[in-house]
């Protein structure tokens, strides 16, 4: 290949004006002399030309081919349905045809979904990553094998910045199902106790109108209701607890629709407490009250209200009432009007001493079966007459006192039970027998009520701290005021604060203090399943994956009360996991994938963004079965418009790679003078000529 190459000998706007200069000095010698100057104008041009220093360049060029991207959607939403199997076959047909089209060079990219991420598919980034090493006049275009489903189309074609035409073809077929829920607003914090308003809609395509909703939190149902598809609705849920809440709606599904991954939506709603209400009452003054005050006080989530019994009704020393400076115990207030407002009762070595009439502990009992927490700390008022095992609330207690006080030195031990609990296992110090902390020196005998096993023992395995669920609430029965030895530091003391802080925070269903739980948390595409148990043998865990099929699996021990497993996966979604009526989530990717909000194909969708390049956008799904209609592939040289009604174009461009480059100058050497000269004495012959013409 040659091309004509220019080096001037003077700047370009000098030889740009001497060649009007000679243009114009060549056109009046013309007018003026007529045909005779016309050799004398060719030496002009000549002599330009030579300042111009024209060459001939020789390209040694070796043909390059020209690349085709081919892009295969294989995301989750185009895996629905026959579209996996449509894919395969279309991928099959366009190489086999691109192998019939000379010097095009296919590339196949197959998209997959992204972990961890919410991006959807990411077709045109797909593309734009598979063409980037490839200069633009070498692209001869770009199919793409998808739903018409990309999430992150450019808006136009400029911004695409594709030179060669984009063809789409869409899986799938025309008359598709397919029921959603699309969330309009969702709270991520909410109070303890109140409603949180979600806003949500139910989009169908080819339903009914309507669609019944079921709204389950931590896999309970607490609402059903019927909406009309299309509108916004409010749907009211209570946090219940602290910590994680997990709401779940699901819309009824309909006949035949492509599924049913998108008619749930899930939201965690993390629930925060306003200000923990506790009311500590001590019976009298001693040295462990301090303990409680300040490990509850240094919360500064908890809200105390603490009262110490220290006169009561039964001391009469005669002092007259008008010298009396005592707060008077406020018990109507606290036990009848405002008993529901605390998340914690705390009896702290309180006896029966007729301040409380029998009907307000009546109402505890009602308070901690409705929900509520009591913890009982008991010294030696537990083991006598006045023992608050002979009130009402002894039907909630976990033990009952057989009148013994033991005063003698002990290390308290975790019992079997108590090594599987979260409020006692791990305590820092019993990992040995016996345990790396102080002794505590008395403790009150009891009887534990049948089915209930303590969590921390005494000599001789007594029980020494009760742990017991009453209906909906709990209680514990802490049988020893020693506690407080441990936070003066009596023998090195011990874990004073993690035990007391634990065990209310169980009392307050703290959730990572349950002991029976299931948990479940997603590391890239494995679900790690953690059951917390009291029990040897938990049974096995049901695990529904996004495309609604189950499977059972087996977990293994691991620490004491801990049973785990690893569930690989391979959808995206939300997975349910139960097990003994508990119920766990987990999200492989978002908790609402984007990429499943959508499912219905479209050929549509990028059909503006094809045609702007020159391509098309069509479906090649038949109405049933993997089969597809695929137009042909034709190679197109020139033109604007690479599509038809049953083909499409590639822009084919003969680009090639230059291998070696020689370079002939025009007018510099012999060649340049002799050109130059033989103008000048072809002007000088044809003036001479003239002149004995005109002398003859």
């Known amino acids: 290949m040659w091309s004509v190459s220019l080096a001037p000998m003077v700047p370009l706007p000098l030889l740009i004006g001497l060649a009007v200069l000679a243009a114009l000095?060549?056109?009046?010698?013309?007018?003026?002399?007529?045909?005779?100057?016309?050799?004398?104008?060719?030496?002009?041009?000549?002599?330009?030309?030579?300042?111009?220093?024209?060459?001939?360049?020789?390209?040694?060029?070796?043909?390059?081919?020209?690349?085709?991207?081919?892009?295969?959607?294989?995301?989750?939403?185009?895996?629905?349905?026959?579209?996996?199997?449509?894919?395969?076959?279309?991928?099959?047909?366009?190489?086999?045809?691109?192998?019939?089209?000379?010097?095009?060079?296919?590339?196949?990219?197959?998209?997959?979904?992204?972990?961890?991420?919410n991006d959807g598919t990411r077709l045109f980034e797909a593309l734009s990553t598979s063409l980037a090493d490839v200069p633009s006049?070498?692209?001869?275009?770009?199919?793409?094998?998808?739903?018409g489903l990309a999430h992150d189309a450019p808006p136009n074609a400029e911004v695409l910045g594709l030179r060669a035409p984009l063809h789409v073809l869409t899986t799938g077929r025309n008359a598709e199902i397919d029921r959603r829920i699309v969330l309009v607003d969702s709270p991520r914090f909410g109070i303890v106790g109140k409603d949180q308003i979600i806003r949500l809609r139910v989009v169908d395509k080819g339903g009914p109108g309507r669609a019944g909703l079921t709204?389950?939190?931590?896999?309970?149902?607490?609402?059903?209701?019927?909406?009309?598809?299309?509108?916004?609705?409010?749907?009211?849920?209570?946090?219940?607890?602290?910590?994680?809440?997990v709401v779940e709606i699901e819309a009824q599904a309909i006949d035949n629709e492509l599924t049913l991954a998108n008619n749930r939506a899930v939201i965690t709603i993390e629930g925060v407490r306003d200000k923990l209400r506790v009311l500590l009452v001590s019976g009298e003054p001693h040295p462990g009250e301090r303990t409680w005050r300040n490990l509850l006080k240094a919360d500064a989530n908890v809200d105390l209200v603490h009262f110490t019994i220290l006169r009561p009704p039964e001391k009469q020393d005669g002092t007259p009432i008008n010298?009396?400076?005592?707060?008077?115990?406020?018990?109507?207030?606290?036990?009848?009007?405002?008993?529901?407002?605390?998340?914690?009762?705390?009896?702290?070595?309180?006896?029966?001493?007729?301040?409380?009439?029998?009907?307000?502990?009546?109402?505890?009992?009602?308070?901690?079966?409705?929900?509520?927490?009591?913890?009982?700390?008991?010294?030696?008022e537990y083991a006598g007459s006045q023992t608050l095992a002979r009130t009402p609330l002894g039907q909630i207690l976990p033990a009952l006192p057989d009148g013994s006080v033991i005063d003698?030195?002990?290390?308290?031990?975790?019992?079997?039970?108590?090594?599987?609990?979260?409020?006692?296992?791990?305590?820092?110090?019993?990992?040995?027998?016996?345990?790396?902390?102080?002794?505590?020196?008395?403790?009150?005998?009891?009887?534990?009520?049948?089915?209930?096993?303590?969590?921390?023992?005494?000599?001789?395995?007594?029980?020494?701290?009760?742990?017991?669920?009453?209906?909906?609430?709990?209680?514990?029965?802490?049988?020893?005021?020693?506690a407080w030895l441990w936070a003066r530091g009596f023998r090195d003391g011990g874990p004073y604060l993690d035990l007391l802080r634990r065990l209310s925070h169980w009392l307050m269903k703290e959730p990572e203090l349950e002991e029976e739980a299931l948990r479940a948390t997603v590391r890239g595409a494995t679900v790690e399943v953690e059951r917390q148990t009291l029990r040897d043998n938990p049974s096995p865990v049901t695990i529904t994956g996004p495309d609604g099929q189950s499977r059972t699996v087996t977990l293994e021990p691991g620490r004491p009360g801990l049973f785990t497993a690893r569930i690989p996966t391979s959808d995206l979604g939300l997975y349910r996991l139960t097990a003994d009526n508990l119920t766990a989530f987990a999200s492989v990717g978002p908790e609402n994938p984007r990429e499943l909000?959508?499912?219905?194909?479209?050929?549509?969708?990028?059909?503006?963004?094809?045609?702007a390049t020159g391509g098309s956008s069509r479906r090649i799904g038949r109405e049933s079965g993997a089969a597809v209609n695929l137009p042909r592939i034709v190679p197109v040289r020139s033109g604007s418009q690479f599509a038809g009604n049953d083909w499409i174009g590639l822009r084919i461009?003969?680009?090639?790679?230059?291998?070696?480059?020689?370079i002939s100058p025009l007018f510099i050497g012999l060649l340049g003078l002799a050109v130059l000269f033989g103008a000048l004495v072809a002007g000088w012959l044809g003036e001479s000529g003239r002149r004995l013409r005109r002398q003859s």
């Open 137 to 147: 006049e070498r692209v001869a275009g770009a199919i793409a094998i998808t739903d």
């Open 408 to 482: 003698e030195a002990y290390r308290a031990e975790v019992s079997e039970p108590g090594k599987r609990h979260p409020v006692t296992r791990d305590l820092p110090g019993s990992e040995v027998s016996p345990p790396r902390w102080g002794e505590w020196l008395r403790m009150v005998g009891a009887q534990a009520r049948a089915g209930t096993a303590p969590v921390m023992t005494g000599p001789g395995e007594r029980p020494l701290l009760m742990l017991a669920r009453e209906q909906k609430g709990r209680v514990a029965l802490f049988l020893s005021d020693h």
């Open 597 to 611: 909000m959508e499912v219905v194909s479209d050929p549509a969708a990028l059909q503006q963004l094809a045609q």
């Open 25 to 117: 000095a060549a056109g009046a010698a013309i007018v003026l002399a007529g045909r005779s100057a016309i050799l004398r104008a060719l030496a002009l041009v000549v002599l330009t030309a030579a300042l111009a220093d024209p060459s001939l360049v020789f390209e040694d060029r070796e043909p390059v081919k020209d690349v085709v991207a081919v892009v295969v959607d294989r995301s989750a939403s185009n895996r629905l349905a026959d579209r996996a199997a449509q894919t395969d076959a279309a991928v099959a047909e366009i190489e086999r045809q691109l192998r019939g089209v000379p010097n095009v060079e296919p590339r196949i990219v197959e998209l997959r979904d992204a972990q961890g991420t």
């Open 653 to 662: 461009s003969d680009s090639g790679i230059v291998r070696g480059v020689r």
């Open 323 to 380: 010298e009396l400076s005592l707060i008077a115990f406020p018990t109507r207030e606290l036990f009848q009007v405002k008993i529901k407002e605390f998340d914690l009762i705390i009896f702290d070595r309180y006896a029966n001493q007729s301040i409380l009439p029998l009907l307000y502990f009546e109402n505890i009992v009602r308070y901690v079966r409705d929900g509520g927490a009591l913890l009982v700390a008991a010294g030696p």
């Open 215 to 245: 709204i389950r939190r931590d896999g309970e149902i607490i609402a059903r209701r019927e909406v009309a598809t299309g509108q916004t609705v409010q749907v009211p849920v209570r946090i219940d607890r602290g910590g994680p809440n």
